[in-house]
């Protein structure tokens, strides 16, 4: 695959663009979100990875996504409103994206293509499936929904 990590480009929930590039030399975790899903409570956890490792070179990626069960139905001020007032997100948040199908957003083509999930299959199952990524842009892991974020806790450190 010929794209960089760092080449694609992302539109944050408050608007503007950046790319991916922002965060070279940063260990990743990248997450598919959703307002009302089961899992929405791990934005807690995620956002207490974000806040315990940080300093250390952690960023967590919010990416809101309405694909699984229409559980994303807000506008970029809603979707903000709700993980700052419920769970207090520090994190950089992003735009509303597709994660599977023809609008596919570049940043989730790449993690699928970096990182299969069970059988060898790309799609993304639900939401809050994660991706590790490490400081080169290189390691990827992937995690499934039910994965806590606490329970990848030791992936994080082993990339810090």
């Not at 089961?38 to 315990?52: D, I, R, S, V």
């Not at 599977?100 to 809050?128: C, M, Q, S």
């Amino acid at each position: 695959m010929d794209t960089q990590l760092g080449d694609i480009a992302v539109e944050r929930l408050a608007g503007g663009r950046t790319t991916m590039g922002e965060y070279a030399g940063k260990v990743l975790l990248i997450v598919n979100t959703a307002s009302q899903c089961g899992f929405t409570p791990h934005y807690a956890g995620l956002e207490q990875l974000y806040e315990k490792y940080r300093d250390r070179g952690l960023v967590v990626l919010g990416f809101p996504c309405n694909q699984f069960g229409e559980q994303e139905p807000g506008n970029a001020a809603e979707i903000a409103a709700f993980c700052e007032q419920n769970y207090g997100v520090t994190f950089p948040m992003f735009a509303k994206i597709d994660v599977n199908g023809d609008g596919t957003h570049p940043l989730y083509a790449w993690l699928k293509a970096h990182a299969r999930g069970v059988l060898g299959t790309e799609a993304i199952k639900w939401n809050f499936t994660k991706f590790l990524v490490d400081r080169s842009g290189t390691q990827v892991e992937r995690y499934a929904p039910m994965t806590s974020p606490q329970s990848i806790a030791n992936d994080i450190e082993a990339l810090l």
